[in-house]
C-alpha cells in the first residue's frame, strides 16, 4: 500500500484505530491517521492537504467535498447521538437529564475535539439554554472540558481518559457521543449513561468519504465499514446504523 492518509473527528480517536486492526489485523504502517474537528478538517482538505479518507461528525462537510470533486463518494457512516454519562449514585434518567444539567452543585463536563471548543462542539449548550432559558454563557462557565486525552491531567496507561477523569477529578456529569460512554463506562464500572431528551440532543450524522486516488486497500475498509460487518462492528462502540447509504454522492 502506497502511503495514505486518513483524516477523522476527534470523537473518532479511539475507535479508528480498533476499526482498522479489526479489518487490517493491525493498522499498515502506510497509514497514517489524524484528528480534529471536522470542520477544521475540511477546510484543511478544500486547502489541499492530503487526505484518502475522510471521517466527519456531519455529512455536511463530506457532501461538501464530493461536490467540489475532493472526494469521490460521501455515504453515511451511522448516528452518534449526544447522550449524558454520569455516576451511577445520581440515578439521572432521559426526564430528568437536563433538570440535572442545569443544577449548578454537580460538576459538569463536555467532550470536545480540543480544549478551544468549536462551534459544532458548543451546539447542545445553545439547544439547551434555548429550551430552559438559561444563558448559554452561564452554562458554558460551569463546564469543564474534557477531550480525551489532550489535556492535563491525563489517564494512566490502559484507562479510558473519560471514565478516569469522571473517577478521580469529582466531574458528576459528562455531555458526550454514546461511542465515547460506552469505552467509559466499561473503564469504570460506577458510571452509567442516558439519553437525553430530543429537543436538546445533538444527532451526529456521522459522514464518511474517499478520495479517487485512494489505495483499492483502503477502498476495501471503506466499503467494510458500509457492510453489514462494518455497520455491526459500530453498533457495538454506539454507532446506529443508517440503512440511506448514499454511495457514488
Not at 475522510?54 to 452518534?80: M, P, W
Not at 434555548?130 to 444563558?135: F, I, L, M, P, R
Not at 471514565?163 to 458526550?176: A, F, H, N, P, R
Request: with cysteine; net charge negative.
Amino acid at each position: 500500500m502506497v502511503h495514505q492518509t486518513i483524516l477523522a473527528a476527534g470523537s473518532m480517536l479511539r475507535l479508528l484505530p480498533k476499526l482498522l486492526g479489526n479489518y487490517f489485523g493491525a493498522t499498515p504502517s502506510a497509514i497514517t491517521t489524524s484528528f480534529g474537528p471536522s470542520g477544521a478538517l475540511r477546510s484543511k482538505i478544500e486547502a489541499g492537504h492530503a487526505c484518502a479518507l475522510f471521517i466527519s461528525a456531519t455529512s455536511v462537510h463530506t457532501d461538501a467535498l464530493v461536490e467540489k470533486q475532493i472526494l469521490k463518494t460521501s455515504d453515511i457512516l451511522g448516528l452518534n447521538s449526544t447522550v449524558l454519562l454520569h455516576q451511577k449514585s445520581l440515578n439521572v434518567s432521559e426526564e430528568s437529564a437536563v433538570h440535572r444539567i442545569l443544577d449548578p452543585n454537580l460538576a459538569l463536563g463536555m467532550s470536545t475535539t480540543g480544549l478551544d471548543p468549536s462551534a459544532d462542539d458548543l451546539e447542545i449548550l445553545r439547544k439547551i439554554s434555548a429550551n430552559s432559558g438559561v444563558d448559554t454563557q452561564s452554562l458554558r462557565s460551569r463546564i469543564r472540558i474534557i477531550t480525551g486525552g489532550r489535556e492535563i491531567p491525563n489517564s494512566p496507561q490502559g484507562r479510558n481518559q473519560y471514565g478516569w477523569i469522571m473517577e478521580t477529578q469529582d466531574v458528576d456529569l459528562l455531555l458526550t457521543f454514546q461511542s465515547n460512554a460506552i469505552e467509559a463506562t466499561d473503564d469504570n464500572p460506577q458510571l452509567q449513561f442516558c439519553n437525553l431528551p430530543e429537543k436538546v440532543r445533538v444527532d451526529g450524522y456521522y459522514g464518511i468519504g474517499i478520495s479517487p486516488n485512494a489505495d483499492q486497500e483502503l477502498v476495501g475498509f471503506y466499503n467494510w465499514l458500509l457492510s453489514d460487518v462494518g455497520q455491526g462492528y459500530l453498533r457495538h462502540n454506539g454507532f446506529e446504523a443508517i440503512t440511506n447509504s448514499r454511495s457514488g454522492g
